[in-house]
T-cell receptor, first 118, second 110 residues
Framework: DTGVSQNPRHKITKRGQNVTFRCDPISEHNRLYWYRQTLGQGPEFLTYFQNEAQLEKSRLLSDRFSAERPKGSFSTLEIQRTEQGDSAMYLC????????????????FGPGTRLTVL | KNEVEQSPQNLTAQEGEFITINCSYSVGISALHWLQQHPGGGIVSLFMLSSGKKKHGRLIATINIQEKHSSLHITASHPRDSAVYICAGAPKTSYDKVIFGPGTSLSVIP
């Protein structure tokens, strides 16, 4: 399977616990994105990486959230001291950024990790 | 007011009907994406377009840059088309920070 994969697919945790999600992008893709989607809403941008560099973070990403992409391949998203409001689907996407002005940037999405905080 | 809006929010159609989902946006964009999300969460990219029209099978996407409007059409709809359809704009100023619409939930009844 050469698509974007995410693990785990589902995570149930108690409030206050830490959780970590993993995303494996398409292998030749240099950009990786994290999004959060709450029920009935479209996804919201959280952060993205160009190779191992984290280029931008949304204000939605509080201090309890941290994302890494240490070798420019897979990425992890950690949430510390989870709160019930963190319950959502966490989506990862990857793309290949062509260094051409105005070039498009089609993103390929993973299946998501659904987090439930009790 | 959301920067990307969609209509209708929910849509029920009979199998075989021609379906149109609309998307309007208020930001300048370099590209617009149409995505499909099935129950369970997985998202599939259907189209990315910056002008004109694209067709793939029974799906057609159009965009009018001047009017800041895009449409997704499904011809000869089928129950397997039932899903949430999301449009998303890639802003000119930061086209990696895609802005998503709220989605249109489509149900096609046999």
């Amino acid at each position: 399977d050469t698509g974007v994969s995410q693990n785990p697919r589902h995570k149930i945790t108690k409030r206050g616990q830490n959780v970590t999600f993993r995303c494996d992008p398409i292998s030749e893709h240099n950009r990786l994105y994290w999004y959060r989607q709450t029920l009935g809403q479209g996804p919201e941008f959280l952060t993205y990486f160009q190779n191992e560099a984290q280029l931008e973070k949304s204000r939605l990403l509080s201090d309890r959230f941290s994302a890494e992409r240490p070798k420019g391949s897979f990425s992890t998203l950690e949430i510390q001291r989870t709160e019930q409001g963190d319950s959502a689907m966490y989506l990862c996407a990857s793309s290949f950024r062509r260094m051409v002005a105005g070039a498009g940037n089609e993103q390929f999405f993973g299946p998501g990790t659904r987090l439930t905080v009790l | 007011k959301n920067e990307v809006e969609q209509s209708p929010q929910n849509l029920t159609a009979q199998e075989g009907e021609f379906i149109t989902i609309n998307c309007s946006y208020s930001v300048g964009i370099s590209a617009l994406h149409w995505l499909q999300q099935h129950p369970g969460g997985g998202i599939v990219s259907l189209f990315m377009l910056s002008s004109g029209k694209k067709k793939h099978g029974r799906l057609i996407a159009t965009i009018n840059i001047q009017e800041k409007h895009s449409s997704l059409h499904i011809t000869a709809s089928h129950p397997r088309d039932s899903a949430v359809y999301i449009c998303a704009g890639a802003p000119k100023t930061s086209y990696d920070k895609v802005i998503f619409g709220p989605g249109t939930s489509l149900s096609v009844i046999p």
